[in-house]
């Protein structure tokens, strides 16, 4: 199974637990979820691991996996603290100066998402792409940066769900306002380049501040089943 396979499972696994499907402390049986999504249960513990590092789900015994509860304030106030850190991150990064290496790897990641935005419509494998696409963008400033308590302070943050910038959150009710803001997001990412180009300290901190409010626009469009789960959360 590819990998572009199995990041569909997880998202797959991902959209279920934001609806609500999979409920906060429910406990998630390999063979009847595998059943549901009508995979075998390798690509499926693989899923699970991955949601386990997003802070989604948490081990439950030897071989079990449970929905993890969380609140709509602990996501919105991680998020915050991503927008600081990463800021953080770009402005040290941006005054230090971009070598050729990080210019290349950053101008591919833009050119993946003019790829994907110039087909009008994100399906399901460009979402999946999207979000790959992002996570990579985000991690090469980040690493970029060489700041080690930045890094764990992200990687600790990054256990909140839905926060990490690779674990976007798609919604189907409202496809075509969430494709418009991303479309705006990635013309972000052009400025943010720009900026780190330009040794734009201050512009790309602020810039990377701005940026993390997609994720809340994007939370905002689920936000009836986000405090759903919340409110499952706060009476468990």
Do not use: W
Request: hydrophobic share 45%.
């Amino acid at each position: 199974m590819n990998e572009t396979t199995q990041q569909t499972i997880v998202q797959a696994l991902r959209a279920r637990i934001l609806s609500g499907e999979l409920a906060p402390g429910q406990r998630l049986v390999e063979a009847q979820v595998a059943e549901q999504l009508g995979i075998s249960r390798t690509p499926l513990r693989y899923a699970l691991s991955v949601l386990a590092t997003e802070g989604l789900v948490e081990r439950s015994g030897a071989r079990g996996y449970t929905v993890r509860r969380f609140s709509v304030n602990d996501v919105l106030n991680a998020i915050d603290v991503r927008g600081v850190l990463e800021g953080l991150a770009a402005r040290s990064l941006a005054e230090r100066g971009v070598d050729a290496a990080l210019a290349q790897a950053l101008a591919a990641c833009l050119r993946e998402g003019d790829a994907l935005f110039e087909a009008g419509v994100l399906d399901e494998q460009a979402e999946t792409r999207y979000a790959a696409m992002n996570g990579e963008f985000h991690a090469l400033i980040v690493e970029a940066a060489h700041n080690h308590a930045v890094s764990a302070a992200l990687r600790l943050n990054d256990r909140i769900p839905f926060v990490a910038p690779g674990t976007v959150v798609f919604d189907a009710a409202a496809r075509e306002r969430q494709f418009m803001m991303l479309c705006y997001a990635h013309r972000q990412h052009h400025a943010i380049v720009g900026a780190l180009m330009q040794g734009e300290g201050a512009r790309v901190e602020a810039l990377m501040k701005e940026h993390t409010h997609i994720s809340k626009e994007s939370l905002n469009m689920s936000a009836d089943r986000l405090h759903l789960i919340a409110h499952a959360a706060q009476s468990a």
